[in-house]
C-alpha cells in the first residue's frame, strides 16, 4: 500500500496518511514567499521536512532549495511490499541528475517558454486524431479508460495533448453506435517526482472531460500497474536519457569528455557512442516497462526530437546550443567562476537518435508494431523562437535546474547572459536553414502478449 506523508509549510506538522488515495496533493509546497523571508526559513522547513522523511521512509526528491524559483519539493513513499525494486533505482537516477523543467508560471518557467514544444504538437495534432479514430482497439475497454501523458511537465502543451486524444477516443467510441458507449476516461499526468505537479494541477482547464490524476516517477522504471493504460502519449520526452554514460566522466576511459558538456564536439566520436548505447538501453527499458502497462491491442503515440539518418558534422545546429553553453562554462572556469574540475564533471544527459536507430530498437524489442512512422513538418525555430531573448528563454525553462544544481544557482543569471551576447553575434545559429532537428512521429501497438 502506498503510504504519503502531508506536510504543513505553515505549521511545519507532517502527518502520515496511510491511504491508498491520498486526498491532499501528495506534493510539499514549499511557498514562495518561504524563499523571499530567506533560506534560513527554508532551511528550517527542510531540516523538519528531512526528519519526517525518516520517520516513514520517504524517498526524498530534492534536499537543495536553491532559489525561489524552485518552491516545490515532491515526494512519494514505498511501501516494503509491491513496488518493484528496480523502479526505485530508476527513480534515484532520475532524482540525482534532478531532471525537472522550470516550475510556476513566472518569466523563466516552462509554462511561458515552451512554445516551441508546442510547434511539435500543432504538427501532429491531426495525424494523433485520425490514428487514434481509425486504430484504437475498443474491445479492450472495461469500466475506464485511461490515457497517460509521459513526462507531462507544466504549462499549456500537456493540456492540450489530454484534450486532443480524449476527443478522438470519444470520437472513436461514438463511431461505434449505441453498443459502446464512451467509457469514463482517466488522464494520468506523468513526469519525474521533481515536477512542478502543484502547477499543473492548479491550472488544469475547468471544463475537462476526463479525471485528473499525477503520476510522478521515471518512465524509466513501472509507473501503472500492469494492462491498465490503453492510450500513451509522449512528446519532446524520450531524448532524456536515464543517466550520464558512465564512460563520459571517467578520467580512465578513452570516452571522458574533459572540458565538453555533450557529444557536440565531432573528434570525440567516443562520447558520442557512449551516448548511443545509453540511448539503446533506456530505450529498451522504456518500451518493456510500456509493454506491461499497456493494454493488448493499445496505442502509443511519441513524438521524438530526431538528428537525420545522415548528417555531416558541419552543417547542423543539432547540440550546437549545448556547444555554445559549454563554451560559455569553459570561459567562465578560465576566470575563476567556476572550477575546471566542475566543467570536466558535468554532461547533459540528452540523446537525439535518427529514425533509423529508433526503428531498429523498437523492433528488436518486439513488443510493439509500427503503425506509423514519419517525420512532421514542424514550425521552424524562426517561428517559434525569432529572436535571441526567446531562444535563451527556452533553453533556461528546460535546463535551469541541471545547472544550477550542479554548478549553484548563483551563476544561471551570468551563463545564460554570456549564451545570449555569443549567440546574438553569431551569423550560424539564429539561421533556420542551419536548423536540422527532426520532429517525428511514431505511433506503436501493442501487439498480443508474446
Ligand atoms: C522538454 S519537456 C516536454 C514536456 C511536454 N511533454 C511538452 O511537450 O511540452 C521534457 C519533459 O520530460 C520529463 N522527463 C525527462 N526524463 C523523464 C523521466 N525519466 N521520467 C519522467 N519524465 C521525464 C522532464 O522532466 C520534462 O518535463
Redesign the pocket.
Known amino acids: 500500500m502506498a503510504q504519503y506523508i502531508s506536510y504543513n509549510s505553515h505549521t511545519h506538522e507532517s502527518h502520515n496518511i496511510k491511504k491508498m488515495v491520498c486526498l491532499a496533493s501528495p506534493l510539499i509546497n514549499f511557498q514562495r514567499k518561504n524563499h523571499e523571508r530567506g533560506h534560513e526559513q527554508s532551511n528550517t522547513c527542510l531540516r523538519k521536512y528531512v526528519s519526517a522523511a525518516r520517520q516513514y521512509r520517504v524517498l526524498l526528491t530534492s534536499f537543495d532549495l536553491p532559489g525561489y524559483r524552485l518552491h516545490q519539493v515532491s515526494m512519494r513513499t514505498y511501501s516494503n511490499g509491491n513496488m518493484p525494486v528496480s523502479s526505485i533505482d530508476?527513480d534515484e537516477q532520475?532524482r540525482v541528475m534532478g531532471?525537472?523543467?522550470n516550475g510556476g508560471d513566472g518569466p523563466h518557467s516552462?509554462a511561458e517558454n515552451?512554445a516551441y514544444?508546442?510547434g511539435?504538437?500543432e504538427a501532429a495534432k491531426e495525424v494523433l486524431k485520425e490514428e487514434i479514430v481509425a486504430k484504437l482497439d475498443v474491445k479492450q475497454t472495461s469500466s475506464a479508460f485511461r490515457i497517460t501523458?509521459?513526462?507531462?511537465?507544466t504549462?499549456p502543451?500537456?493540456y492540450l495533448?489530454a484534450e486532443t486524444i480524449v476527443e478522438a477516443v470519444e470520437q472513436r467510441f461514438k463511431s461505434q453506435g449505441l453498443h459502446s458507449p464512451t467509457p469514463e476516461i482517466e488522464v494520468l499526468f506523468?513526469?519525474?517526482t521533481?515536477?512542478d505537479f502543484n502547477t499543473l494541477l492548479r491550472c488544469l482547464p475547468p471544463e475537462r472531460r476526463y479525471y485528473a490524476t499525477a503520476a510522478p516517477?521515471?518512465?524509466?522504471s513501472r509507473l501503472f500497474p500492469k494492462a491498465s493504460i490503453h492510450i500513451v502519449y509522449?512528446?519532446?520526452?524520450i531524448c532524456?536519457l536515464?543517466r550520464i554514460p558512465k564512460e563520459v566522466t571517467d578520467e580512465t576511459s578513452p570516452a571522458w569528455n574533459k572540458g565538453s558538456i555533450h557529444y557536440d564536439n565531432g573528434a570525440r566520436k567516443k562520447v558520442f557512442e557512449a551516448y548511443e548505447a545509453q540511448f539503446a538501453k533506456d530505450m529498451e527499458v522504456f518500451l518493456q516497462k510500456r509493454a506491461e502497462e499497456i493494454v493488448n491491442g493499445g496505442l502509443m503515440a511519441l513524438?521524438v526530437a530526431a538528428a537525420p539518418d545522415i548528417m555531416s558534422d558541419s552543417v547542423t545546429t543539432l547540440a550546437t546550443e549545448f556547444q555554445v553553453l559549454g563554451s560559455c562554462l569553459v570561459d567562465m572556469a578560465k576566470q575563476g567562476i567556476i572550477s575546471e574540475e566542475k566543467v570536466d564533471t558535468f554532461n547533459l544527459p540528452l540523446y537525439y537518435t535518427r529514425p533509423k536507430e529508433l526503428k531498429e530498437l523498437i523492433l528488436r524489442n518486439g513488443s510493439f508494431s509500427i503503425e506509423r512512422m514519419e517525420i512532421l513538418n514542424n514550425k521552424k525555430e524562426h517561428v517559434t523562437m525569432p529572436n535571441v531573448e526567446r531562444r535563451t528563454l527556452f533553453l533556461r525553462a528546460?535546463f535551469e535546474g541541471l545547472f544550477g544544481q550542479h554548478f549553484g544557482y548563483n551563476i544561471v543569471d551570468e551563463l545564460f547572459d554570456r549564451y545570449a551576447k555569443k549567440v546574438v553575434v553569431s551569423s550560424f545559429y539564429l539561421k533556420p536553414e542551419n536548423q536540422k532537428t527532426l520532429m517525428l512521429f511514431v505511433l506503436l501497438k501493442r501487439n498480443d502478449d508474446k
Request: aromatic content about 16%.
Open positions: 530508476a532520475t531532471i525537472a523543467m516552462y515552451s514544444q508546442r511539435y504538437f501523458d509521459l513526462g507531462c511537465s504549462g502543451n500537456t495533448a506523468n513526469d519525474t521533481l515536477n516517477g521515471s518512465f524509466y509522449s512528446a519532446c520526452t532524456w536515464s513524438l528546460c
